[in-house]
Protein backbone atom coordinates (compact mmCIF):
# COMPACT_ATOMS: atom_id res chain seq x y z
CA UNK A 1 0.00 0.00 0.00
CA UNK A 2 0.96 3.85 -0.70
CA UNK A 3 3.32 4.70 2.76
CA UNK A 4 3.66 8.50 3.10
CA UNK A 5 6.35 9.48 5.48
CA UNK A 6 9.67 11.69 5.34
CA UNK A 7 12.63 8.82 6.47
CA UNK A 8 15.83 9.59 5.51
CA UNK A 9 18.08 6.70 3.84
CA UNK A 10 20.95 6.22 1.83
CA UNK A 11 21.11 4.59 -1.16
CA UNK A 12 21.65 0.91 0.29
CA UNK A 13 22.23 -1.22 3.59
CA UNK A 14 25.67 -3.00 3.32
CA UNK A 15 24.70 -6.41 2.40
CA UNK A 16 27.02 -9.11 1.71
CA UNK A 17 28.30 -9.49 -1.82
CA UNK A 18 28.10 -13.32 -2.06
CA UNK A 19 24.12 -12.11 -1.47
CA UNK A 20 23.32 -9.43 -3.73
CA UNK A 21 25.38 -11.01 -7.03
CA UNK A 22 24.38 -13.26 -9.65
CA UNK A 23 26.35 -16.37 -9.94
CA UNK A 24 26.55 -15.01 -13.71
CA UNK A 25 29.83 -12.57 -14.50
CA UNK A 26 28.73 -9.22 -14.21
CA UNK A 27 29.97 -6.13 -16.24
CA UNK A 28 32.53 -4.11 -14.77
CA UNK A 29 31.11 -1.00 -12.93
CA UNK A 30 32.29 2.34 -14.49
CA UNK A 31 35.03 4.58 -13.07
CA UNK A 32 32.29 7.18 -12.00
CA UNK A 33 29.58 4.28 -10.51
CA UNK A 34 29.54 1.81 -7.86
CA UNK A 35 27.27 -0.58 -7.40
CA UNK A 36 24.74 -0.90 -4.77
CA UNK A 37 23.23 -4.95 -4.81
CA UNK A 38 20.00 -6.08 -6.41
CA UNK A 39 16.84 -4.55 -7.50
CA UNK A 40 15.14 -6.93 -4.38
CA UNK A 41 18.01 -6.22 -1.94
CA UNK A 42 17.58 -2.30 -2.57
CA UNK A 43 13.75 -2.56 -1.75
CA UNK A 44 14.14 -4.64 1.11
CA UNK A 45 16.47 -2.19 2.80
CA UNK A 46 13.97 0.95 1.62
CA UNK A 47 11.09 -1.15 3.59
CA UNK A 48 13.85 -1.90 6.81
CA UNK A 49 14.17 2.00 6.84
CA UNK A 50 10.47 2.39 6.78
CA UNK A 51 10.16 0.20 9.73
CA UNK A 52 13.22 1.62 11.53
CA UNK A 53 14.39 5.42 10.51
CA UNK A 54 17.90 4.82 12.17
CA UNK A 55 18.96 1.89 9.80
CA UNK A 56 20.93 3.89 7.58
CA UNK A 57 23.58 3.38 5.42
CA UNK A 58 25.54 6.53 3.88
CA UNK A 59 27.02 6.14 0.29
CA UNK A 60 28.89 8.68 -1.90
CA UNK A 61 30.11 8.91 -5.62
CA UNK A 62 32.60 11.46 -6.55
CA UNK A 63 32.41 13.66 -3.54
CA UNK A 64 28.48 13.67 -3.33
CA UNK A 65 26.85 12.36 -1.03
CA UNK A 66 23.72 10.14 -2.32
CA UNK A 67 21.98 9.66 0.91
CA UNK A 68 18.10 10.97 0.55
CA UNK A 69 14.67 11.55 2.50
CA UNK A 70 12.19 9.71 0.96
CA UNK A 71 8.32 11.57 0.63
CA UNK A 72 6.89 8.83 -1.20
CA UNK A 73 6.64 4.71 -0.57
CA UNK A 74 5.22 2.24 -2.78
CA UNK A 75 5.89 -1.48 -3.03
CA UNK A 76 2.65 -3.59 -3.88
CA UNK A 77 2.89 -7.39 -6.04
CA UNK A 78 6.65 -6.38 -7.12
CA UNK A 79 5.97 -2.89 -8.57
CA UNK A 80 7.84 -0.27 -6.78
CA UNK A 81 7.82 3.84 -7.00
CA UNK A 82 9.61 5.78 -4.47
CA UNK A 83 10.15 9.79 -4.63
CA UNK A 84 12.16 12.28 -2.30
CA UNK A 85 14.84 14.83 -2.56
CA UNK A 86 18.72 14.61 -0.94
CA UNK A 87 18.97 14.27 2.30
CA UNK A 88 21.19 17.31 2.62
CA UNK A 89 19.30 19.63 -0.09
CA UNK A 90 16.09 20.58 -0.58
CA UNK A 91 16.43 21.42 -3.90
CA UNK A 92 16.85 18.34 -5.41
CA UNK A 93 14.96 15.26 -7.15
CA UNK A 94 14.89 11.84 -6.47
CA UNK A 95 13.02 9.08 -7.59
CA UNK A 96 13.07 5.21 -8.82
CA UNK A 97 10.20 2.94 -9.91
CA UNK A 98 10.23 -0.58 -11.89
CA UNK A 99 9.84 -3.84 -10.21
CA UNK A 100 12.04 -5.81 -7.60
CA UNK A 101 14.20 -7.20 -10.32
CA UNK A 102 14.30 -4.16 -12.72
CA UNK A 103 14.70 -0.22 -11.03
CA UNK A 104 15.46 3.07 -12.65
CA UNK A 105 15.53 6.37 -11.15
CA UNK A 106 17.97 9.26 -10.50
CA UNK A 107 19.12 11.44 -8.28
CA UNK A 108 19.57 15.52 -9.21
CA UNK A 109 21.31 17.77 -7.00
CA UNK A 110 19.98 21.37 -9.00
CA UNK A 111 21.72 23.96 -7.36
CA UNK A 112 25.43 22.29 -8.44
CA UNK A 113 23.86 20.96 -11.89
CA UNK A 114 25.02 17.19 -10.93
CA UNK A 115 22.87 14.20 -11.64
CA UNK A 116 22.73 10.71 -11.06
CA UNK A 117 21.49 7.89 -12.89
CA UNK A 118 20.31 4.37 -11.08
CA UNK A 119 20.18 1.36 -13.27
CA UNK A 120 19.77 -2.72 -12.80
CA UNK A 121 22.11 -4.34 -15.45
CA UNK A 122 21.16 -7.79 -17.35
CA UNK A 123 22.93 -10.00 -14.27
CA UNK A 124 20.01 -7.85 -11.76
CA UNK A 125 22.56 -5.11 -10.35
CA UNK A 126 21.69 -1.97 -9.59
CA UNK A 127 24.05 0.68 -9.96
CA UNK A 128 24.71 4.64 -9.90
CA UNK A 129 26.45 6.12 -12.30
CA UNK A 130 27.23 10.17 -12.89
CA UNK A 131 25.50 11.47 -15.95
CA UNK A 132 24.94 15.05 -17.31
CA UNK A 133 22.11 16.94 -15.85
CA UNK A 134 20.40 17.11 -19.42
CA UNK A 135 19.95 13.84 -19.59
CA UNK A 136 17.53 13.90 -16.73
CA UNK A 137 16.37 17.14 -17.93
CA UNK A 138 16.26 17.75 -21.45
CA UNK A 139 15.55 21.20 -21.64
CA UNK A 140 17.39 22.22 -18.41
CA UNK A 141 19.75 24.33 -19.99
CA UNK A 142 19.58 26.19 -23.28
CA UNK A 143 16.85 28.77 -23.23
CA UNK A 144 15.21 27.51 -26.74
CA UNK A 145 11.89 28.59 -26.32
CA UNK A 146 13.03 32.18 -26.69
CA UNK A 147 15.88 32.27 -28.86
CA UNK A 148 13.60 29.89 -31.33
CA UNK A 149 10.90 32.24 -31.57
CA UNK A 150 12.81 35.14 -33.35
CA UNK A 151 11.18 33.63 -36.88
CA UNK A 152 8.07 34.47 -35.34
CA UNK A 153 6.49 37.91 -34.24
CA UNK A 154 4.39 38.29 -31.20
CA UNK A 155 1.88 39.25 -33.16
CA UNK A 156 1.28 35.98 -35.59
CA UNK A 157 1.61 33.89 -31.97
CA UNK A 158 -0.44 35.50 -30.29
CA UNK A 159 -3.46 35.00 -32.96
CA UNK A 160 -2.49 31.72 -34.42
CA UNK A 161 -3.85 29.30 -32.05
CA UNK A 162 -5.95 26.39 -33.57
CA UNK A 163 -9.86 27.69 -34.44
CA UNK A 164 -12.11 24.76 -33.49
CA UNK A 165 -13.86 22.59 -35.82
CA UNK A 166 -18.08 23.87 -36.07
CA UNK A 167 -18.07 19.94 -35.61
CA UNK A 168 -16.59 20.35 -32.36
CA UNK A 169 -19.65 19.20 -29.87
CA UNK A 170 -18.03 17.73 -26.86
CA UNK A 171 -18.25 14.33 -28.21
CA UNK A 172 -15.64 13.83 -25.46
CA UNK A 173 -15.46 15.78 -22.28
CA UNK A 174 -12.03 17.81 -23.66
CA UNK A 175 -13.53 18.63 -27.38
CA UNK A 176 -15.22 21.67 -28.09
CA UNK A 177 -15.02 25.53 -26.93
CA UNK A 178 -14.86 26.46 -23.44
CA UNK A 179 -18.61 26.66 -22.20
CA UNK A 180 -18.05 27.65 -18.71
CA UNK A 181 -16.45 24.51 -16.59
CA UNK A 182 -14.59 24.73 -13.79
CA UNK A 183 -11.15 24.83 -14.70
CA UNK A 184 -9.92 23.23 -11.55
CA UNK A 185 -12.25 20.05 -11.96
CA UNK A 186 -11.56 18.94 -15.79
CA UNK A 187 -10.98 15.47 -17.02
CA UNK A 188 -10.55 14.26 -20.24
CA UNK A 189 -11.32 10.26 -19.32
CA UNK A 190 -13.36 10.09 -16.00
CA UNK A 191 -13.13 6.96 -14.16
CA UNK A 192 -9.55 5.90 -15.59
CA UNK A 193 -6.61 4.12 -13.29
CA UNK A 194 -4.31 6.24 -15.22
CA UNK A 195 -3.92 9.80 -14.30
CA UNK A 196 -1.79 12.79 -15.51
CA UNK A 197 -2.10 15.80 -13.11
CA UNK A 198 -1.73 19.34 -14.52
CA UNK A 199 -1.36 21.16 -10.76
CA UNK A 200 -2.77 24.70 -11.81
CA UNK A 201 -2.72 25.83 -8.28
CA UNK A 202 -0.01 28.00 -7.94
CA UNK A 203 -1.37 30.33 -10.80
CA UNK A 204 -5.30 30.27 -9.70
CA UNK A 205 -7.31 32.08 -6.48
CA UNK A 206 -9.74 29.76 -5.79
CA UNK A 207 -11.42 28.77 -9.14
CA UNK A 208 -10.00 32.16 -10.89
CA UNK A 209 -6.53 31.88 -13.15
CA UNK A 210 -4.36 35.01 -11.78
CA UNK A 211 -1.93 37.27 -13.73
CA UNK A 212 -4.87 38.35 -16.29
CA UNK A 213 -5.41 34.71 -17.55
CA UNK A 214 -9.04 33.47 -18.30
CA UNK A 215 -10.82 30.45 -17.80
CA UNK A 216 -11.18 29.87 -20.71
CA UNK A 217 -6.99 30.02 -21.56
CA UNK A 218 -6.78 27.56 -18.44
CA UNK A 219 -9.35 25.33 -20.48
CA UNK A 220 -7.40 25.17 -23.40
CA UNK A 221 -4.22 24.69 -21.87
CA UNK A 222 -5.73 21.62 -19.92
CA UNK A 223 -7.50 21.08 -23.53
CA UNK A 224 -4.07 20.67 -25.18
CA UNK A 225 -2.16 18.35 -23.29
CA UNK A 226 -5.73 15.99 -23.23
CA UNK A 227 -5.67 16.12 -27.11
CA UNK A 228 -1.79 14.75 -27.46
CA UNK A 229 -2.79 11.98 -24.98
CA UNK A 230 -6.36 11.05 -25.72
CA UNK A 231 -4.93 7.87 -27.71
CA UNK A 232 -4.02 6.48 -24.66
CA UNK A 233 -6.64 5.69 -21.51
CA UNK A 234 -4.65 8.54 -19.48
CA UNK A 235 -7.40 10.82 -18.05
CA UNK A 236 -5.80 14.61 -17.82
CA UNK A 237 -7.02 15.85 -14.91
CA UNK A 238 -7.10 19.55 -13.10
CA UNK A 239 -8.78 17.40 -10.11
CA UNK A 240 -6.15 17.23 -7.13
CA UNK A 241 -8.98 14.94 -5.54
CA UNK A 242 -8.65 12.49 -8.78
CA UNK A 243 -5.10 12.32 -8.89
CA UNK A 244 -4.84 11.78 -5.02
CA UNK A 245 -7.15 8.74 -5.31
CA UNK A 246 -5.21 7.36 -8.40
CA UNK A 247 -2.21 7.88 -6.81
CA UNK A 248 -3.14 6.30 -3.36
CA UNK A 249 -4.00 3.45 -5.48
CA UNK A 250 -0.84 2.50 -7.97
CA UNK A 251 1.61 5.65 -8.31
CA UNK A 252 2.88 4.01 -11.16
CA UNK A 253 -0.06 4.91 -12.54
CA UNK A 254 0.10 8.33 -12.19
CA UNK A 255 2.56 11.77 -13.09
CA UNK A 256 2.23 15.40 -12.21
CA UNK A 257 3.41 18.63 -13.93
CA UNK A 258 3.34 22.03 -11.55
CA UNK A 259 2.15 25.26 -13.25
CA UNK A 260 5.03 28.12 -11.72
CA UNK A 261 3.33 31.60 -11.12
CA UNK A 262 6.63 33.11 -12.34
CA UNK A 263 8.52 33.35 -15.35
CA UNK A 264 11.25 30.63 -16.45
CA UNK A 265 11.84 27.80 -18.61
CA UNK A 266 9.33 24.85 -18.38
CA UNK A 267 11.36 21.43 -17.70
CA UNK A 268 10.67 17.88 -16.85
CA UNK A 269 12.36 15.02 -15.15
CA UNK A 270 12.72 12.28 -17.56
CA UNK A 271 10.63 8.61 -17.23
CA UNK A 272 9.07 10.77 -13.86
CA UNK A 273 5.50 9.15 -14.72
CA UNK A 274 5.19 6.82 -12.48
CA UNK A 275 6.16 8.51 -9.46
CA UNK A 276 5.69 11.71 -7.90
CA UNK A 277 8.66 13.84 -8.87
CA UNK A 278 6.52 16.54 -10.66
CA UNK A 279 7.85 18.38 -14.00
CA UNK A 280 8.03 22.36 -13.74
CA UNK A 281 5.60 24.65 -16.49
CA UNK A 282 6.33 28.23 -16.10
CA UNK A 283 3.81 31.15 -17.28
CA UNK A 284 5.87 32.80 -19.33
CA UNK A 285 2.96 35.76 -19.49
CA UNK A 286 5.70 38.45 -21.21
CA UNK A 287 6.70 36.42 -24.20
CA UNK A 288 3.57 37.29 -26.57
CA UNK A 289 2.12 34.51 -27.20
CA UNK A 290 -1.53 33.34 -26.34
CA UNK A 291 -1.29 31.36 -23.25
CA UNK A 292 -3.32 28.84 -23.74
CA UNK A 293 -2.24 27.84 -26.54
CA UNK A 294 1.55 28.46 -26.18
CA UNK A 295 1.12 26.61 -22.16
CA UNK A 296 -0.80 24.41 -23.56
CA UNK A 297 1.79 22.92 -26.33
CA UNK A 298 4.36 23.56 -23.64
CA UNK A 299 2.78 21.52 -20.95
CA UNK A 300 2.29 18.36 -24.01
CA UNK A 301 6.25 18.62 -24.49
CA UNK A 302 7.34 18.32 -21.11
CA UNK A 303 4.58 15.38 -20.18
CA UNK A 304 6.16 14.01 -23.07
CA UNK A 305 9.64 13.92 -21.06
CA UNK A 306 8.04 12.56 -18.18
CA UNK A 307 6.42 9.90 -20.19
CA UNK A 308 10.39 8.79 -21.33
CA UNK A 309 10.84 10.92 -24.69
CA UNK A 310 13.65 12.70 -25.64
CA UNK A 311 14.04 16.03 -27.89
CA UNK A 312 13.12 14.82 -32.18
CA UNK A 313 16.26 16.67 -33.69
CA UNK A 314 17.59 17.51 -36.71
CA UNK A 315 17.99 19.60 -39.38
CA UNK A 316 18.70 23.30 -38.75
CA UNK A 317 17.43 22.93 -35.80
CA UNK A 318 19.51 20.84 -34.40
CA UNK A 319 18.44 19.51 -31.21
CA UNK A 320 14.78 20.37 -32.17
CA UNK A 321 13.56 20.23 -35.26
CA UNK A 322 11.64 22.54 -36.35
CA UNK A 323 9.05 20.52 -38.78
CA UNK A 324 8.47 21.14 -42.71
CA UNK A 325 6.80 23.89 -43.75
CA UNK A 326 5.21 22.47 -46.61
CA UNK A 327 3.10 20.21 -44.96
CA UNK A 328 2.63 22.60 -42.04
CA UNK A 329 3.41 19.52 -39.83
CA UNK A 330 6.46 18.92 -37.06
CA UNK A 331 7.16 16.44 -34.31
CA UNK A 332 5.66 17.95 -29.98
CA UNK A 333 9.15 16.84 -29.27
CA UNK A 334 10.85 19.20 -31.44
CA UNK A 335 11.11 22.55 -31.91
CA UNK A 336 6.98 23.33 -32.06
CA UNK A 337 7.10 27.09 -31.59
CA UNK A 338 8.80 27.57 -35.64
CA UNK A 339 5.20 26.53 -36.54
CA UNK A 340 3.30 28.63 -34.01
CA UNK A 341 1.97 30.60 -37.00
CA UNK A 342 0.60 27.41 -39.16
CA UNK A 343 -3.06 27.78 -40.13
CA UNK A 344 -3.45 23.98 -40.41
CA UNK A 345 -0.49 22.88 -38.14
CA UNK A 346 -0.19 19.07 -36.95
CA UNK A 347 1.50 18.42 -34.06
CA UNK A 348 2.40 14.54 -33.55
CA UNK A 349 4.69 11.96 -31.48
CA UNK A 350 7.02 10.45 -33.85
CA UNK A 351 9.76 7.60 -34.56
CA UNK A 352 11.95 9.44 -36.81
CA UNK A 353 11.36 8.34 -39.56
CA UNK A 354 11.86 12.10 -41.82
CA UNK A 355 15.41 11.99 -43.65
CA UNK A 356 17.55 14.59 -41.20
CA UNK A 357 15.86 13.04 -37.78
CA UNK A 358 18.80 12.55 -35.05
CA UNK A 359 16.36 10.46 -32.73
CA UNK A 360 14.86 6.99 -34.10
CA UNK A 361 12.99 6.51 -30.65
CA UNK A 362 9.24 5.04 -31.09
CA UNK A 363 7.38 7.39 -29.22
CA UNK A 364 3.71 5.35 -29.19
CA UNK A 365 5.76 2.58 -27.84
CA UNK A 366 8.19 4.15 -25.07
CA UNK A 367 4.27 5.22 -23.71
CA UNK A 368 2.05 1.95 -24.42
CA UNK A 369 4.91 -0.46 -23.36
CA UNK A 370 7.97 1.11 -21.50
CA UNK A 371 5.44 3.01 -19.21
CA UNK A 372 2.48 0.90 -19.94
CA UNK A 373 0.10 3.36 -20.35
CA UNK A 374 -2.42 1.43 -22.26
CA UNK A 375 -4.39 2.78 -25.80
CA UNK A 376 -7.62 3.41 -25.53
CA UNK A 377 -10.23 1.31 -26.73
CA UNK A 378 -11.60 0.33 -30.35
CA UNK A 379 -15.08 2.09 -30.73
CA UNK A 380 -15.67 0.89 -33.54
CA UNK A 381 -14.66 -2.55 -34.04
CA UNK A 382 -17.30 -3.92 -36.42
CA UNK A 383 -18.17 -0.88 -38.29
CA UNK A 384 -21.33 1.00 -37.36
CA UNK A 385 -24.66 2.29 -39.51
CA UNK A 386 -23.88 5.93 -40.88
CA UNK A 387 -27.01 7.61 -38.75
CA UNK A 388 -29.19 9.73 -41.06
CA UNK A 389 -31.85 12.46 -39.48
CA UNK A 390 -34.71 13.45 -41.45
CA UNK A 391 -34.13 14.58 -45.04
CA UNK A 392 -31.06 12.55 -45.17
CA UNK A 393 -29.20 15.10 -42.69
CA UNK A 394 -25.86 13.49 -41.46
CA UNK A 395 -25.29 15.09 -37.97
CA UNK A 396 -21.29 15.40 -36.60
CA UNK A 397 -23.63 14.43 -32.68
CA UNK A 398 -24.61 10.99 -34.36
CA UNK A 399 -21.69 10.72 -36.52
CA UNK A 400 -18.25 10.69 -35.21
CA UNK A 401 -15.31 8.31 -33.57
CA UNK A 402 -11.84 7.77 -32.56
CA UNK A 403 -8.65 6.69 -34.39
CA UNK A 404 -6.85 5.22 -31.72
CA UNK A 405 -4.00 3.32 -33.63
CA UNK A 406 -2.20 3.75 -36.62
CA UNK A 407 -3.78 0.28 -37.34
CA UNK A 408 -7.25 1.71 -37.09
CA UNK A 409 -9.67 1.99 -39.44
CA UNK A 410 -13.32 2.80 -38.86
CA UNK A 411 -16.36 2.20 -41.09
CA UNK A 412 -20.11 3.44 -41.47
CA UNK A 413 -22.72 1.47 -43.56
CA UNK A 414 -25.40 3.21 -45.48
CA UNK A 415 -27.84 1.73 -48.62
CA UNK A 416 -29.31 4.07 -51.60
CA UNK A 417 -32.72 2.49 -52.19
CA UNK A 418 -32.18 4.88 -55.31
CA UNK A 419 -29.46 6.71 -56.90
CA UNK A 420 -28.14 9.23 -54.69
CA UNK A 421 -26.03 12.61 -54.28
CA UNK A 422 -23.00 12.33 -51.10
CA UNK A 423 -22.54 15.78 -49.69
CA UNK A 424 -19.89 14.98 -46.58
CA UNK A 425 -17.16 16.15 -44.48
CA UNK A 426 -15.12 14.61 -42.10
CA UNK A 427 -13.38 17.19 -39.22
CA UNK A 428 -10.65 16.29 -37.25
CA UNK A 429 -12.33 17.75 -34.16
CA UNK A 430 -9.90 18.01 -31.33
CA UNK A 431 -7.87 21.85 -30.97
CA UNK A 432 -4.56 20.22 -30.77
CA UNK A 433 -4.99 17.90 -33.11
CA UNK A 434 -2.71 15.21 -33.91
CA UNK A 435 -5.45 13.67 -36.61
CA UNK A 436 -4.78 13.94 -40.64
CA UNK A 437 -8.38 12.60 -42.17
CA UNK A 438 -8.18 9.91 -44.96
CA UNK A 439 -11.99 8.95 -45.69
CA UNK A 440 -13.23 6.54 -48.65
CA UNK A 441 -16.20 5.55 -49.98
CA UNK A 442 -15.92 1.71 -50.67
CA UNK A 443 -19.15 -0.31 -52.31
CA UNK A 444 -20.51 -3.22 -51.48
CA UNK A 445 -17.86 -5.07 -54.09
CA UNK A 446 -14.90 -3.53 -51.92
CA UNK A 447 -14.48 -1.27 -54.52
CA UNK A 448 -13.13 2.57 -53.66
CA UNK A 449 -15.78 4.59 -55.21
CA UNK A 450 -14.12 7.71 -53.75
CA UNK A 451 -10.76 9.08 -51.84
CA UNK A 452 -10.51 12.54 -49.84
CA UNK A 453 -7.24 13.47 -47.94
CA UNK A 454 -7.13 17.40 -48.65
CA UNK A 455 -3.80 18.52 -48.66
CA UNK A 456 -2.52 20.88 -45.75
CA UNK A 457 -5.69 20.68 -44.68
CA UNK A 458 -6.35 18.04 -42.04
CA UNK A 459 -10.06 17.24 -43.75
CA UNK A 460 -11.37 14.83 -45.94
CA UNK A 461 -14.14 16.43 -48.37
CA UNK A 462 -16.64 14.51 -51.06
CA UNK A 463 -18.91 17.30 -52.85
CA UNK A 464 -21.95 16.29 -54.88
CA UNK A 465 -20.34 12.71 -54.89
CA UNK A 466 -23.21 10.81 -57.53
CA UNK A 467 -23.91 7.49 -56.23
CA UNK A 468 -25.96 4.37 -58.00
CA UNK A 469 -28.32 2.58 -55.58
CA UNK A 470 -26.45 0.20 -53.85
CA UNK A 471 -25.13 -0.53 -50.37
CA UNK A 472 -21.66 1.29 -49.31
CA UNK A 473 -19.31 2.15 -46.59
CA UNK A 474 -17.63 5.33 -45.52
CA UNK A 475 -14.32 3.90 -44.44
CA UNK A 476 -12.30 6.78 -42.21
CA UNK A 477 -8.42 6.08 -41.00
CA UNK A 478 -5.38 8.58 -40.17
CA UNK A 479 -4.15 10.37 -43.57
CA UNK A 480 -0.66 10.80 -44.71
CA UNK A 481 1.01 13.33 -46.81
CA UNK A 482 4.72 13.28 -48.65
CA UNK A 483 7.05 10.60 -47.71
CA UNK A 484 7.50 9.59 -44.55
CA UNK A 485 11.38 11.01 -45.16
CA UNK A 486 9.61 14.10 -46.31
CA UNK A 487 6.34 14.70 -45.24
CA UNK A 488 4.79 12.60 -42.72
CA UNK A 489 3.67 8.91 -42.39
CA UNK A 490 0.07 7.87 -40.50
CA UNK A 491 2.45 6.59 -37.58
CA UNK A 492 0.54 9.22 -35.38
CA UNK A 493 -2.01 10.78 -37.35
CA UNK A 494 -4.33 9.22 -34.72
CA UNK A 495 -7.74 11.29 -33.00
CA UNK A 496 -11.42 12.17 -33.05
CA UNK A 497 -13.45 13.21 -35.94
CA UNK A 498 -16.60 13.57 -36.72
CA UNK A 499 -18.58 13.87 -39.82
CA UNK A 500 -21.06 15.91 -41.38
CA UNK A 501 -23.37 16.58 -44.41
CA UNK A 502 -26.10 15.74 -46.28
CA UNK A 503 -27.09 11.94 -48.40
CA UNK A 504 -29.85 12.79 -50.95
CA UNK A 505 -32.33 10.29 -52.71
CA UNK A 506 -34.94 9.84 -50.26
CA UNK A 507 -33.44 8.19 -47.51
CA UNK A 508 -34.33 8.24 -44.20
CA UNK A 509 -32.91 8.00 -40.46
CA UNK A 510 -30.98 4.40 -40.39
CA UNK A 511 -30.89 2.52 -37.03
CA UNK A 512 -30.61 -1.31 -36.22
CA UNK A 513 -34.14 -2.90 -36.75
CA UNK A 514 -35.50 -4.06 -33.46
CA UNK A 515 -38.60 -7.27 -33.22
CA UNK A 516 -41.05 -7.23 -30.80
CA UNK A 517 -40.24 -8.77 -27.49
CA UNK A 518 -36.68 -10.73 -28.89
CA UNK A 519 -33.70 -9.25 -26.88
CA UNK A 520 -30.65 -7.69 -28.65
CA UNK A 521 -27.13 -8.62 -26.99
CA UNK A 522 -23.82 -7.60 -27.07
CA UNK A 523 -24.07 -4.03 -27.48
CA UNK A 524 -21.01 -1.43 -27.11
CA UNK A 525 -20.33 2.30 -27.54
CA UNK A 526 -17.46 4.01 -25.77
CA UNK A 527 -18.38 7.34 -23.14
CA UNK A 528 -20.68 9.92 -25.34
CA UNK A 529 -21.35 7.54 -27.69
CA UNK A 530 -25.01 7.06 -29.37
CA UNK A 531 -26.54 3.54 -30.37
CA UNK A 532 -30.09 3.63 -32.54
CA UNK A 533 -32.43 1.46 -33.25
CA UNK A 534 -35.98 1.04 -34.72
CA UNK A 535 -39.14 -0.64 -34.38
CA UNK A 536 -42.39 -0.41 -36.36
CA UNK A 537 -45.52 -0.30 -34.49
CA UNK A 538 -48.99 -1.14 -35.93
CA UNK A 539 -52.14 0.73 -35.20
CA UNK A 540 -54.10 -0.06 -32.54
CA UNK A 541 -51.47 -1.22 -29.56
CA UNK A 542 -51.67 0.17 -26.29
CA UNK A 543 -47.95 0.60 -25.25
CA UNK A 544 -44.50 0.47 -26.67
CA UNK A 545 -41.77 -0.53 -23.90
CA UNK A 546 -38.04 -0.35 -24.33
CA UNK A 547 -35.56 -1.86 -21.95
CA UNK A 548 -31.89 -1.68 -21.58
CA UNK A 549 -29.74 -4.83 -19.40
CA UNK A 550 -26.13 -3.99 -18.54
CA UNK A 551 -23.50 -4.40 -15.59
CA UNK A 552 -21.29 -2.00 -16.55
CA UNK A 553 -20.89 1.24 -17.37
CA UNK A 554 -23.84 4.08 -17.49
CA UNK A 555 -26.38 3.80 -20.65
CA UNK A 556 -29.39 6.18 -20.89
CA UNK A 557 -32.72 5.17 -23.06
CA UNK A 558 -34.43 7.57 -25.06
CA UNK A 559 -37.43 6.70 -27.16
CA UNK A 560 -38.76 9.30 -30.46
CA UNK A 561 -41.46 8.44 -32.69
CA UNK A 562 -40.91 9.79 -36.42
CA UNK A 563 -37.20 10.88 -35.65
CA UNK A 564 -34.12 9.77 -33.77
CA UNK A 565 -34.25 11.25 -30.08
CA UNK A 566 -31.65 13.59 -28.60
CA UNK A 567 -31.17 14.20 -25.00
CA UNK A 568 -33.59 17.04 -25.28
CA UNK A 569 -36.35 15.41 -28.00
CA UNK A 570 -37.88 12.61 -27.09
CA UNK A 571 -41.06 10.42 -25.97
CA UNK A 572 -39.83 8.85 -22.89
CA UNK A 573 -36.60 8.76 -21.42
CA UNK A 574 -34.32 7.15 -18.34
CA UNK A 575 -31.37 8.22 -17.19
CA UNK A 576 -30.63 6.46 -13.98
CA UNK A 577 -26.97 6.22 -13.07
CA UNK A 578 -26.27 2.44 -13.91
CA UNK A 579 -26.74 0.73 -17.89
CA UNK A 580 -30.86 -0.89 -16.39
CA UNK A 581 -33.22 1.65 -18.18
CA UNK A 582 -36.78 1.04 -18.77
CA UNK A 583 -39.32 3.63 -20.47
CA UNK A 584 -42.99 3.28 -22.20
CA UNK A 585 -44.79 5.28 -24.33
CA UNK A 586 -48.84 4.47 -23.71
CA UNK A 587 -51.30 4.53 -26.66
CA UNK A 588 -48.54 5.05 -29.62
CA UNK A 589 -49.57 6.35 -32.76
CA UNK A 590 -48.78 3.94 -35.82
CA UNK A 591 -45.72 4.54 -37.57
CA UNK A 592 -41.70 3.86 -36.64
CA UNK A 593 -39.98 4.95 -33.27
CA UNK A 594 -36.19 5.12 -32.78
CA UNK A 595 -34.69 3.74 -29.56
CA UNK A 596 -31.27 6.22 -28.63
CA UNK A 597 -29.06 4.94 -26.15
CA UNK A 598 -26.25 7.09 -24.97
CA UNK A 599 -23.36 5.86 -22.86
CA UNK A 600 -22.77 8.24 -20.27
CA UNK A 601 -19.85 6.54 -19.25
CA UNK A 602 -18.86 3.43 -21.97
CA UNK A 603 -20.37 0.19 -21.79
CA UNK A 604 -19.94 -3.52 -23.45
CA UNK A 605 -22.45 -6.37 -23.16
CA UNK A 606 -25.55 -3.81 -23.37
CA UNK A 607 -29.20 -5.74 -24.20
CA UNK A 608 -31.53 -3.76 -25.96
CA UNK A 609 -35.10 -4.69 -26.19
CA UNK A 610 -38.46 -3.22 -27.32
CA UNK A 611 -41.99 -4.86 -27.24
CA UNK A 612 -44.78 -3.61 -28.47
CA UNK A 613 -48.17 -4.52 -26.41
CA UNK A 614 -51.51 -5.26 -27.52
Known sequence: MMKLTCIAFAALLSVGASAQRSTQPTPTAPANSIELGTADSLVQSLAAQHRNALARFNKALGGESLAVEIKDFYDQSGQVSISGQALESSDSVFFLKGTRRNLRGYLVLHAKKKAFEYRTNEAGIVSVTEVPITKVYPDFDEDFQRSNRSNATVEQLAVAHPVYSSMALRQAPHIGPYANQDVTKLESKPGSAWVFYLNTAAVMSGSTPINGVTKEQMYRAWQSVADQYSMLKLNVTTNKAVYDAARAANPLRTGVIN??????????????????????????????FDYGYGIGMTAAHEVGHQMGMLHDG??????????????????????????????????????????TASNREDDLRIMTVDEAVPYADDDNVNGKNLVLRANGEINPADNWGQIERNTDSD????????????????????????????????????????????????????????????????LIQGGAEGTPQN???????????????????????????????????????????????????????????????????????????GALPTSSSYACKSTGSASSETCSVNSPAAGRYYVGVYAYTGFNGLTVTATVSP
Open 411 to 474: TFAFTLANAGTLNLRVDPIEYLRMLDVDASIVNAAGQTVARSNLSVNRSAEFVNLSLPAGAYKL
Open 314 to 355: GGSGGEYFEGIPAYQWGPIMGNYWQGGSWANQLFTWSKGEYN
Open 259 to 288: FINQDGRSFAPIHSFGTTSAGTLYRNPASG
Open 487 to 561: GFSKYSSLGYYAVKGTLGGGTTPSATPLTSGQPLPNQTAGTAGWLYYQIDVPAGKTKLTATLAGNNGDADLYVAA
